[in-house]
Structures are given as structure tokens and as C-alpha cells.
């Protein structure tokens, strides 16, 4: 009895110490579990929020496709430190827009202007696109002019690296070999690379150049003559009208304001008498052209020039960019003259 009493001791024992053990694995279970749980409680990274980035329009980057022509170089980069916003060139391409389904061309250009920005008025370079609707270009030249220059230039627009190229918008553009959008036909581009600093220079003053035949141009009716006589001191500027002004009275005021020495009289005379016989055959040349133009002009044509229109375009007001709307004026250059209409 005692002995079997002993053995069931000894079994109760053991079973005490396997559930003491069963219990005591169980309890560490737990505890690995609950640590585990923290570990991944304090090294779960928090989860990043999503950001959300406005889709680009799709003609977004079209005023930036039509180059500045005529920007002085030094302020070129002052023209996109803004973000400029040209919604209503854009929008106008839209359908019942004023350039919807029609052939346009566009080129950029800059005026300096004071506009209030920030609190004060600033001196900003404002960009500002001008749309010709043409079934045609309105002109492959380009003019150079300047205070500094003795005479106009009209050249090839190709001998000062621009060309009328199209615009491609960006829903067009999968691939580099994606075809440009029909009938949108854009831009001036201008190829800066390789080019010498006296040819930037010269690109400063180039001005994209119209003629309308169907109107007598300004230069044809002109009587003035820009004169830059070299002098061993300073060349001598001025302007001389040969219906209003009387050569030796005009030469004589010069030299009592101390711009023109006295022996210098004769020599100045002779140079503006060459200047105003220049000036009027180029005049009766342009007369001429124009009449032979309009001669061999077709009526197809003609109608063209009579419909097409000039749009200018400022950019939008934002609450980042400087507010141009009440520098807006309807002149484009001296050769396009008055746009149509401003935006």
C-alpha cells in the first residue's frame, strides 16, 4: 500500500511537473508573441501620404514654343522666372474658340514693363504672343534695326537661324517620331548654338517682319531719313524730314547746339542730301513692288491678306506671376502694326 502509495506519488509528481512545464511553455509563447507584436509595433515605418500632382494641359508649353525674337540676350533668362500662365491662348484653340479649327502661326516677343509685384512696382519683361491667322506664312523674313545701325535689314529668316515650325501638343507626344498636329503649324525656333557674340548682338535687334501689299506701307510714305554722320568726336544722330526741314538752317542749328563742327558743314550736307536720294528710291521701289505684287496676285490670295487677322496674347493673372492687364496695348512691331485684338 505504502509502496503503491509511493508510486502515486511519484505519478502525480510527474504530472504536476508536465503540466508546470506544459503551463510554463505555453506562458512563454505568450510572452515571445507579445514581444514580437511590439518589435513590429516599433519598427513598422508610418505609412507616406499621396501626393497628388496636377495633370499638364495639354498646350501648357505652347507660349514657350514661340521664341522671344528680339530679347536682349541678358534678359532672357528674366523672362522665365516666372511661371507664366497663357490659359487664354490655349483655351482659344478650343472649340468655339477664335482660333479653333484654323491654320495659325505664332511668334513670342517682350515688353519691359513697371507692373505692380509683391507690394511694389517692379520693371518685369513680360512675354507675350502674337497669333496671325494665315492660310499661308506671313512672311519667311525677318527685319534688323536699331538706333546703332546706318540702315534696315530685311533678310531670309533662315540666315539668322529661325524658321515657322510646328507645334506638336503633349498629348501628341508618345514618341520623338511622333507627327506634328495638322494645320497647327507654330513657332519660331531659333537655333543658338555655335552662334558668335556679334551675331547675338545683331539677333537683339531683329523684329519679325510683315508686308501687307493691299496697304501702302509706312516706309513708302515716310520723308525721314535716320541720319549717323561719323564724327572724329561723336557721331552725330538725328532725323531729317525733307519736306520739313531746310537742309542748311537744320545743318546750322547742329553745329549752335555743338553736335556738328563748323568744318564739318559741307561734308555733313553732301551725307544727308546721299541719305534722302537712297531713302526716296527705296520708297518708289517699294511703290513699285507692291503694284507689280498685286498685279500677279491671285484672288485666292488676295483674299488671304484681306482676312487675316493678328491676335496678342499677355499672359493670364495668377497669384504667383506680376499683373500685366493694365500694360496691355494692341501694338505688335512696325511692320504688323495694331493687332486686331488683345487678350
Same mark, same amino acid.
Given at each position: 500500500?505504502?509502496?503503491?502509495?509511493?508510486?502515486?506519488?511519484?505519478?502525480?509528481?510527474?504530472?504536476?511537473?508536465?503540466?508546470?512545464?506544459?503551463?510554463?511553455?505555453?506562458?512563454?509563447?505568450?510572452?515571445?508573441?507579445?514581444?514580437?507584436?511590439?518589435?513590429?509595433?516599433?519598427?513598422?515605418?508610418?505609412?507616406?501620404?499621396?501626393?497628388?500632382?496636377?495633370?499638364?494641359?495639354?498646350?501648357?508649353? @505652347?507660349?514657350?514654343?514661340?521664341?522671344?525674337?528680339?530679347?536682349?540676350?541678358?534678359?532672357?533668362?528674366?523672362?522665365?522666372?516666372?511661371?507664366?500662365?497663357?490659359?487664354? @491662348?490655349?483655351?482659344?484653340?478650343?472649340?468655339?474658340?477664335?482660333?479653333?479649327?484654323?491654320?495659325?502661326?505664332?511668334?513670342?516677343?517682350?515688353?519691359?514693363?513697371?507692373?505692380?509685384?509683391?507690394?511694389?512696382?517692379?520693371?518685369?519683361?513680360?512675354?507675350?504672343?502674337?497669333?496671325?491667322?494665315?492660310?499661308?506664312?506671313?512672311?519667311?523674313?525677318?527685319?534688323?534695326?536699331?538706333?546703332?545701325?546706318?540702315?534696315?535689314?530685311?533678310?531670309?529668316?533662315?540666315?539668322?537661324?529661325?524658321?515657322?515650325?510646328?507645334?506638336?501638343?503633349?498629348?501628341?507626344?508618345?514618341?520623338?517620331?511622333?507627327?506634328?498636329?495638322?494645320? @497647327?503649324?507654330?513657332?519660331?525656333?531659333?537655333?543658338?548654338?555655335?552662334?558668335?557674340?556679334?551675331?547675338?548682338?545683331?539677333?537683339?535687334?531683329?523684329?519679325?517682319?510683315?508686308?501687307?501689299?493691299?496697304?501702302?506701307?509706312?516706309?513708302?510714305?515716310?520723308?525721314?531719313?535716320?541720319?549717323?554722320?561719323?564724327?572724329?568726336?561723336?557721331?552725330?544722330?538725328?532725323?531729317?524730314?525733307?519736306? @520739313?526741314?531746310?537742309?542748311?538752317?537744320?545743318?546750322?542749328?547742329?553745329?549752335?547746339?555743338?553736335?556738328?563742327?563748323?568744318?564739318?558743314?559741307?561734308?555733313?550736307?553732301?551725307?544727308?542730301?546721299?541719305?534722302?536720294?537712297?531713302?526716296?528710291?527705296?520708297?518708289?521701289?517699294?511703290?513699285?513692288?507692291?503694284?507689280?505684287?498685286?498685279?500677279?496676285?491671285?484672288?485666292?490670295?488676295?483674299?488671304?491678306?484681306?482676312?487675316?487677322?493678328?491676335?496678342?496674347?499677355?499672359?493670364?493673372?495668377?497669384?504667383?506671376?506680376?499683373?500685366?492687364?493694365?500694360?496691355?496695348?494692341?501694338?505688335?512691331?512696325?511692320?504688323?502694326?495694331?493687332?486686331?485684338?488683345?487678350?
Amino acid at each position: 500500500m505504502r509502496k503503491g502509495g509511493k508510486r502515486k506519488s511519484t505519478s502525480q509528481k510527474q504530472e504536476t511537473e508536465v503540466k508546470a512545464s506544459s503551463s510554463s511553455q505555453e506562458n512563454q509563447k505568450e510572452n515571445h508573441k507579445l514581444a514580437s507584436q511590439a518589435k513590429r509595433a516599433k519598427t513598422s515605418k508610418p505609412q507616406p501620404q499621396l501626393e497628388y500632382f496636377e495633370d499638364k494641359r495639354n498646350l501648357e508649353d @505652347l507660349w514657350k514654343a514661340a521664341f522671344p525674337v528680339g530679347t536682349e540676350w541678358d534678359q532672357l533668362d528674366s523672362v522665365y522666372q516666372f511661371n507664366w500662365n497663357f490659359l487664354n @491662348l490655349e483655351e482659344a484653340f478650343e472649340e468655339g474658340g477664335r482660333l479653333y479649327g484654323k491654320k495659325v502661326y505664332l511668334f513670342g516677343c517682350t515688353e519691359p514693363q513697371l507692373v505692380p509685384y509683391k507690394g511694389e512696382n517692379k520693371v518685369i519683361c513680360i512675354p507675350v504672343v502674337v497669333a496671325v491667322v494665315s492660310p499661308f506664312p506671313p512672311s519667311d523674313k525677318i527685319g534688323i534695326n536699331s538706333v546703332q545701325r546706318e540702315a534696315e535689314e530685311i533678310v531670309p529668316m533662315k540666315q539668322m537661324k529661325m524658321d515657322w515650325v510646328p507645334y506638336i501638343p503633349l498629348e501628341n507626344r508618345p514618341t520623338k517620331t511622333a507627327p506634328p498636329s495638322p494645320g @497647327l503649324s507654330i513657332g519660331i525656333r531659333v537655333a543658338l548654338k555655335q552662334m558668335k557674340i556679334d551675331r547675338l548682338k545683331k539677333y537683339e535687334y531683329c523684329l519679325p517682319y510683315f508686308y501687307q501689299p493691299l496697304k501702302e506701307d509706312e516706309l513708302e510714305q515716310s520723308t525721314e531719313v535716320q541720319i549717323i554722320f561719323p564724327a572724329a568726336q561723336k557721331p552725330v544722330f538725328c532725323e531729317f524730314d525733307w519736306e @520739313l526741314d531746310e537742309l542748311d538752317e537744320f545743318t546750322d542749328q547742329l553745329i549752335e547746339a555743338d553736335e556738328l563742327d563748323k568744318d564739318k558743314k559741307d561734308a555733313f550736307k553732301e551725307f544727308v542730301k546721299e541719305r534722302v536720294r537712297e531713302a526716296k528710291k527705296a520708297n518708289r521701289q517699294a511703290r513699285e513692288a507692291r503694284k507689280k505684287a498685286l498685279e500677279e496676285m491671285s484672288e485666292e490670295t488676295k483674299a488671304a491678306f484681306v482676312n487675316m487677322r493678328f491676335y496678342k496674347f499677355y499672359p493670364v493673372p495668377t497669384p504667383d506671376t506680376p499683373d500685366v492687364s493694365n500694360v496691355k496695348a494692341p501694338f505688335i512691331n512696325r511692320y504688323y502694326g495694331k493687332a486686331h485684338e488683345v487678350l
